[in-house]
């Protein structure tokens, strides 16, 4: 056969042996030619094989030519794929398959089969000419998207999540099969038209989805909306969806495709979890935050109206006997009883909470009239009182109730309450069991607010601050390895407390003048003792949340130590979590960062007893953290204190931290905490605070070192 080449003209036969020779040896194809049938043997023989195959199979051309195709199959070689060859050949048909090969080395690999029979002129089948391309790679990748495919088909599962898409103009939607299941459709079809979808549809969320789709497909945005899937009229399931626009090659939207995902457990545990922070667990009544939220709207109304609002405070008397004596069990029983006597009695349109413990709180917007008021709460304290039977006891729940009224120009949800909180201790002065208005008379709690702030200003102008030390003790030598500064008033031979200044330290300016006047007089203490050669550790210093949102604490308190020549390692920062939250936390973090790098330690005061510690140790460059006192406290008896004080131990150990434990007052507990490791501990079996004076020895011989 003559052909000629397109480029130089030259004519040339294609049926020239060396022609096809060299056109067979270049292929990249591996290329073997076997008999038609077996002459000498019972397989047929390979009479040509190219360098491509020679490659291909790692055999030589010697151990090729002669022998059976046969010679690449292996272990592994599939069975059923090798029976469709054979019926194949058997029929004398060109086939094509895949099939898994061995090369002589022993490494598998895939080859694409493309065998076809060959005929003499006398249309006698002769040979089988097979074209073979090694296809590993591709099946390699094919694998690996099968089991993505799979994967995302089970991650799909898992996260009850799918895939959906409608061409736009079309009457029916394509979902992945995950959606199908979601929506109530067939697993067999991941079709659903839309107008069987608009049956199973809550109408809110069919109006959800319908302003989306309008959004998605003409103006283009992403969208993602809620609907309720109905089974039997009912809301069934809920379902999150989002879709965004598919466009064609002119810009123009051909169709909105996007995710759905099953969220009714999430949708349940929100809402579970919204109606667990505003209402009280026990009761079912609403908590503090609850009440917030409806008074907001019903003071509002109140103030709309021109109505007066009553609020109560109800404690119900001696529960922490009932407790104590018969059980928690039976004091929730009178807590639950409590709570039903007080929503019957005031009724659906009152706001009744609980606020914790055996308070409950009362508002109601001037639906009584206020001068059948004292009838109303006499009927509701005798109510109380009458006994109920539980479980062959005879309870009650009586209550000291307090209440207070404002008229609209004086609504003050939180006044109401301080006000009503006054009321309720009237009556408990009166005698368990009533009720009390408030009144005028009952200012005493703010003219002891005056008095602590007219104390305070007396004590800082007077120098009446005077620093008691409370030592920190090691467990295992006994040695006094610290002292905590801790403030008091001397006026003449009388000491007071800190709560005879206690409302002084909400005052911003006294508290950082009181403030002032502690660090210098610490720092003057120090000093007497590095000069005497005293061995006392370093000092903590007790501070405030108004110094330390002063501008230029840290730098202030530095100046302090140069003038009073005292190292930065002789002094210890201890600060409550109050400290460290609400409004000025990254002022307070900030000067915390700066003394911290100076020098001076940071401790952590009351540990465990609020809600962000962990959050704090992280955050914050704490040094040292000190565990509360009220965990100390009931440690033996109480196993869940004894966690919490080994679990802070543990903690303290893993950051690096110093941990001290307050409030040690027995030997007993001594021993534990030192059996736990706890290496510190102060509180009053190690000594009371006292004046420097009275630290005359700086060992404490009352336990034994080891």
């Not at 038209?193 to 608009?198: E, F, K, L, W």
């Not at 702030?453 to 601050?465: C, I």
């Not at 006994?478 to 008091?488: D, F, K, M, S, T």
């Amino acid at each position: 056969m003559l052909v000629t080449d397109n480029t130089t003209g030259t004519p040339f036969d294609l049926d020239d042996p060396k022609m096809l020779s060299a056109v067979l040896s270049t292929a990249n194809d591996a290329i073997i030619i076997t008999e038609a049938e077996p002459i000498d043997g019972p397989h047929p023989r390979i009479v040509y094989a190219n360098e491509s195959y020679v490659r291909m199979t790692g055999y030589s051309l010697d151990e090729i030519l002669g022998k059976t195709p046969r010679l690449t199959q292996g272990p592994e070689t599939d069975r059923p794929t090798l029976d469709r060859i054979r019926a194949r050949l058997t029929a004398w048909e060109p086939f094509r398959e895949e099939v898994l090969n061995y090369r002589k080395d022993g490494t598998p690999f895939w080859v694409e089969l493309n065998v076809r029979p060959l005929a003499n002129e006398a249309g006698w089948y002769t040979h089988w000419v097979s074209v073979q391309r090694d296809v590993t790679e591709r099946r390699a990748a094919m694998d690996t998207l099968a089991e993505h495919a799979r994967d995302l088909e089970e991650a799909q599962k898992l996260a009850k999540l799918g895939t959906w898409r409608w061409e736009v103009g079309n009457g029916h939607l394509s979902f992945s099969s995950e959606v199908v299941l979601m929506v109530g459709g067939k697993g067999d079809s991941n079709t659903i038209s839309i107008a069987a979808i608009q049956n199973s549809i809550d109408e809110e969320g069919l109006q959800n989805a319908r302003s989306a789709f309008d959004r998605i497909a003409l103006l283009g945005e992403t969208v993602s909306f809620e609907f309720q899937v109905l089974r039997g009229g009912l809301p069934f399931r809920t379902i999150w969806a989002e879709g965004q626009p598919e466009r064609g090659k002119n810009d123009e939207i051909v169709a909105v495709r996007g995710l759905c995902q099953d969220v009714t457990e999430r949708r349940s545990i929100e809402r579970r979890l919204i109606w667990n922070g505003t209402h009280d667990i026990l009761t079912g009544l609403l908590n503090l935050d609850g009440l917030r939220t409806q008074a907001s709207s019903l003071i509002a109304r109140a103030r709309a109206s021109g109505r007066p609002v009553v609020v109560g405070l109800a404690d119900i008397d001696h529960l922490k006997l009932v407790n104590d004596t018969l059980g928690h069990a039976v004091g929730d029983a009178l807590i639950i009883e409590a709570s039903r006597r007080l929503a019957t009695t005031l009724g659906p349109d009152a706001c009744l909470a609980r606020l914790g413990g055996d308070e409950f709180v009362f508002i109601d917007s001037g639906r009584r009239l206020l001068d059948q008021l004292p009838s109303q709460m006499e009927d509701l304290a005798a109510f109380l009182k009458t006994p109920f039977d539980y479980q062959g006891r005879q309870l009650d729940c009586a209550a000291s109730i307090g209440i207070a009224v404002a008229s609209a120009p004086a609504l003050c949800l939180d006044t109401l309450l301080r006000n009503a909180d006054l009321a309720m201790y009237r009556a408990k002065e009166i005698g368990r069991g009533g009720f009390a208005f408030y009144s005028a008379d009952l200012q005493e709690g703010v003219d002891r607010r005056v008095a602590h702030l007219d104390l305070a200003r007396l004590a800082v102008g007077s120098k009446l601050v005077v620093p008691h030390f409370q030592p920190k003790v090691s467990l295992s030598t006994g040695q006094v390895v610290g002292y905590e500064a801790l403030l008091r008033l001397q006026i003449g031979e009388q000491i007071l407390p800190p709560s005879a200044l206690e409302h002084a330290f909400e005052n911003v300016e006294l508290a950082m003048r009181l403030g002032d006047e502690m660090l210098r007089r610490v720092l003057d203490q120090v000093r007497r003792w590095r000069m005497d050669g005293v061995a006392f550790g370093s000092v903590a210093i007790n501070v405030s949340a108004a110094e330390l949102l002063r501008n230029g604490y840290a730098e202030k308190v530095l100046a302090s130590l140069r003038r009073a020549e005292v190292p930065a390692s002789c002094i210890e920062i201890e600060v409550t979590e109050g400290v460290l939250v609400g409004r000025g936390a990254d002022r307070v973090a900030e000067a915390l960062r700066q003394l911290r790098g100076a020098g001076i330690g940071i401790a952590l005061d009351d540990f465990g007893t609020g809600y962000a510690s962990l959050t704090h140790l992280k955050s914050l460059p704490i040094t040292a953290i000190k565990i509360d006192r009220s965990f100390v406290a009931e440690m033996i008896e109480n196993s869940h204190d004894a966690a919490i004080v080994r679990a802070v131990i543990s903690l303290a150990k893993a950051l690096s931290l110093e941990v001290v434990a307050e409030g040690v007052e027995t030997e007993a507990q001594a021993k534990v905490l030192r059996n736990w490791g706890c290496p510190v501990v102060q509180g009053f079996l190690f000594g009371r605070p006292k004046a420097a004076d009275d630290h005359c020895s700086h060992k404490i011989g009352l336990l034994e070192a080891g």
